[in-house]
Nanobody, 126 residues
Framework: QVQLVESGGGLVQAGDSLRLSCAAS????????MGWFRQVPGKEREVVVAISRSGGTTFYADSVKGRFTISRDNAKNTVYLQMNSLKPEDTAVYYC???????????????????WGQGTQVTVSS
């Protein structure tokens, strides 16, 4: 059983930056592709970014390309999401996710996630 704990959310203004962290425990971190999803009330959870087990392959949703960066440190069992140039439409609860999918693109489907974090709120004011 893998536990995922997110941190780093908060309230910022448009144009600001935030870095989210997700610390994993209880499993072999390097065995999992990792991703960040977000969800707003009334909408389905959607993938934002994903990274392969080694960190060599990444996936970005079109809405965040050029602004968000995902990275991982397998020695620290942690995945990060650097969010720059934040926009009000980035406001959501952000969830860390771990999956045994082989292809990073497999993480586009939330049904392929094996473990979820509890979520952290990101609010961007205009």
């Amino acid at each position: 059983q893998v536990q995922l704990v997110e941190s780093g959310g908060g309230l910022v203004q448009a144009g600001d930056s935030l870095r989210l962290s997700c610390a994993a425990s209880g499993g072999t971190f390097s065995s999992y592709a990792m991703g960040w999803f977000r969800q707003v009330p009334g909408k389905e959870r959607e993938v934002v970014v994903a990274i392969s087990r080694s960190g060599g392959t990444t996936f970005y949703a079109d809405s965040v390309k050029g602004r968000f960066t995902i990275s991982r440190d397998n020695a620290k069992n942690t995945v990060y999401l650097q969010m720059n140039s934040l926009k009000p439409e980035d406001t959501a609860v952000y969830y860390c996710a771990a999956s045994t999918v082989v292809s990073v693109r497999g993480l586009v489907n939330p049904n392929r996630v094996n473990y979820w974090g509890q979520g952290t709120q990101v609010t961007v004011s205009s």
